[in-house]
């Protein structure tokens, strides 16, 4: 009996000391969609009324790691449809600006105003949720991807830890082997649901294995779905002074 | 036992089903292809036509043209930029509109008018600095209704549907200058000069061919600005110098974020400047509009002394797409309860009150001292393709009002339908009950290319 409890305890201990943290799952899920050089990213973001296509979005993200805050800034820059073609929207922290180069009029919004729309601007931008959640491990479960696959994966729940967190709570589902991004859940600060999040299409992109369509579906009126395509992922000279409201005007593509 | 190994096996998948096989299913969505960076157009075909109410009774008599029943526009708008090499880029954007209006023959000189709003080339020979040169819309300010740091809006301002400040800014034409700009980390510095080209010309004026450059209007006087840029406990923060003579100015605005759903910002002006019935008088003494002998109206020393302009008010996204702004604007050179009392008692002096309306809307100024700017801004009303916006500016000095609601309809990614109701309130010795029409209607149709 006793040897079986060594052998038990060897086995706890050595599971233990192998088991990956939240934190570490995080991060290592954060480096599967991110590359980790300054890139751009080209999305379609079409939205879905009871499984009919009605709008569709173009976008290009610009986006760079800041070494000092670990976090991403991004800018997005519209390309369609053609009324909003031009229109910019930095993201630097908490400096968030929108740019009309019809009125040449830059706008400082706040962070509320990320999430006009129902794929908002904080779902598509380029985030280390590492930096801004504070992770818990649930447990594992088996889920089924958006393709209906079976996936081991490590369930966590992430609660706000900075005032840049696009969402105060979040719940993510980790596959375990790969690390990839299978589902998440995004919550109000009221603590009610806003919408559920599917990845797939994972492709070989600027140096890894990552998500190319998102899936969001939205948890009042589950008829409303949309869909996010990421393409062509290029390495960039992203530019510090991108990054900067006086500089939005001079911008371009 | 079975039971249990089948509710064992079985796999959470209520989720994943809310999801449309026609999505999954779809072709993905090939974003926009990348155009070539060096040539990029933006253009649209908008047409819109204006109804106003009869016009009512005043206590000023008024000028014949604000009477006007009814307008249409046509316009044909562009943007292009273009990058012949690296580091040369050439901008150009203007409108061509061609005018019907009520009390004016279809052929006259206002029938077809141009505006060159911008064309420029820009030098950027190293990261973070570039040159400028050319016509330029340079724009300042972090305020909705009132710009004070805005310096160079003043007679900018062509022919729109929409009294929307956000939306009348969009067919603003630029001035001639040489501009330098440097950006580093945190902060910008930059630096214009735009020099004299032609007299001012009278407020309104037509070229017998319609296709004016207005050089007059926006290169009428010598004219320099100095814009320092930081950022400082999350304000951003920007520091402001314009040389005009006679008009000479320093400025600041200022920008943050309250909490998760407001932003607040201000924006102030200051300066030695005559009083805007002062300066009105001036301008219409030298453009020939107003004799040489015109008194001012209403009575001013016509001195000079430093005078402060102030924008100050606050966005609010108040619900999943709704978004307030409010704003208090204060402009010390304008009229006061005395000055408009003045107006109002004095009809003799009506075309020089009007006057001087129309100088203050040239300028881009508020005629009263004191008034209050609201904006409602509504995407996905009812509809995820209808969008409603209202604003109104309010006269602390009266009670009236000027307002519109305008609701647009996005027929497609390629069509948009749009109405603007737009009110003058008020009693009619006030400022904005004593405009003629009490409403416009405008419906407008643009294309997008």
Request: proline share 6%; aromatic share 10%; hydrophobic share 45%.
């Amino acid at each position: 009996m006793s040897r079986f409890l060594v052998t038990l305890a060897v086995l706890l201990w050595t599971r233990s000391a192998l088991a990956e943290s939240a934190a570490e799952i995080v991060a290592a899920s954060d480096q599967v969609r991110n590359p980790d050089q300054p890139f751009r990213v080209a999305l379609s973001i079409v939205e879905y009324l009871g499984g009919q296509a009605h709008d569709a979005v173009g976008m290009i993200v610009h986006s760079k790691l800041d070494p000092g805050t670990r976090q991403y800034r991004n800018l997005v820059a519209y390309t369609a449809p053609p009324r909003d073609a031009g229109k910019l929207v930095l993201f630097d922290a908490s400096k968030m600006w929108f740019y009309d180069p019809a009125s040449k009029a830059s706008i400082r919004i706040s962070a509320q105003q990320r999430l006009i729309g129902q794929a908002s601007n904080g779902d598509v931008l380029t985030v280390n949720l590492a930096h801004d959640y504070a992770p818990k491990l649930l447990g594992e479960e088996t889920i089924q991807d958006a393709d209906h696959q079976q996936r081991n994966t490590w369930h966590l729940d992430l609660a706000a830890a900075t005032s840049d967190a696009v969402y105060t709570r979040l719940e993510a589902w980790i596959e375990m082997r790969t690390h990839r991004p299978v589902k998440a859940k995004f919550y109000s600060d009221s603590g009610r649901l806003l919408k559920l999040a599917f990845y797939r299409a994972y492709q070989e992109q600027l140096g890894g294995v990552r998500p190319t369509e998102l899936i969001i579906v939205d948890a009042v009126d589950t008829h409303l779905v949309t869909r996010v395509t990421w393409s062509g992922f290029r390495a960039e000279d992203v530019r510090d002074e991108w990054f900067q409201r006086e500089y939005l005007p001079r911008f371009s593509e | 036992m079975w039971w249990l190994l089948a509710a064992l096996a079985a796999v959470p998948g209520d989720d994943v089903d809310l999801i449309p096989r026609a999505v999954t299913a779809a072709q993905a969505t090939a974003p926009q292809a990348e155009k070539g960076a060096s040539f990029r157009a933006r253009w649209f075909v908008e047409n819109a036509l204006s109804a106003s109410t009869e016009p009512r009774d005043v206590p000023v008599p008024y000028p014949p043209s604000l009477a006007s029943r009814w307008q249409n526009r046509a316009s044909l708008d562009a943007s292009l930029s273009w990058r012949p090499a690296n580091p040369l880029v050439l901008t150009l954007s203007g409108r061509l509109n061609l005018f019907a209006q009520d009390g004016v023959s279809f052929v006259s000189p206002d029938t077809i008018r141009a505006n060159l709003r911008e064309a420029y080339a820009t030098w950027q020979p190293i990261s973070g600095f570039s040159v400028e040169a050319g016509r330029i819309n340079v724009r300042e300010g972090v305020a909705l209704g009132f710009n004070p740091t805005d310096f160079f809006k003043t007679r900018t301002l062509v022919d729109q549907s929409s009294l929307d400040p956000s939306i009348v800014r969009q067919n603003r034409l630029g001035t001639v200058m040489v501009r330098a700009q440097a950006i580093g980390a945190g902060v910008s510095v930059s630096a214009a000069v735009a020099p004299k080209l032609a007299s001012p010309p009278p407020l309104t004026e037509s070229n017998p061919i319609g296709i004016d450059p207005h050089l007059g209007a926006m290169n009428g006087a010598w004219r320099a600005e100095a814009v320092l840029g930081f950022e400082v406990a999350d304000l951003s923060p920007q520091l402001l110098g314009y040389l005009e003579e006679g008009r000479s100015k320093i400025g600041l605005d200022v920008s943050r974020p309250i909490g998760g759903a407001v932003v607040a910002y201000a924006e102030w002006a200051g300066g030695p400047e005559k009083s805007l019935a002062a300066r009105a008088a001036d301008s219409g003494k030298n453009t020939g509009t107003l004799p040489q002998n015109a008194p001012i109206v209403p009575p001013d020393s016509g001195a000079t002394s430093f005078r402060n302009d102030v924008a100050a008010g606050f966005s609010w996204a108040i619900a999943a797409t709704l978004t307030l702004n409010a704003e208090y604007h204060f402009h010390q050179g304008g009229f006061a309860r005395a000055d408009w009392s003045y107006g109002f008692s004095h009809p003799a002096d009506a075309r020089q009150l009007w006057y001087v309306r129309g100088y203050a809307n040239d300028q881009q100024e508020p005629m009263s001292r004191h008034q209050l700017f609201a904006r409602v801004a509504w995407p996905r009303f009812l509809s995820r393709d209808f969008e409603v916006d209202g604003f109104a500016f309010v006269g602390l000095i009266d009670g009236s009002v000027l307002s519109q609601l305008s609701f647009s309809d996005y027929l497609s990614k390629d069509w948009t339908l749009a109405a603007f109701i737009s009110g003058n309130f008020g009693a009619p010795r006030s400022e904005r009950g004593s405009f003629p029409q009490a409403a416009t209607l405008t419906l407008q149709i643009t294309r997008y290319f």
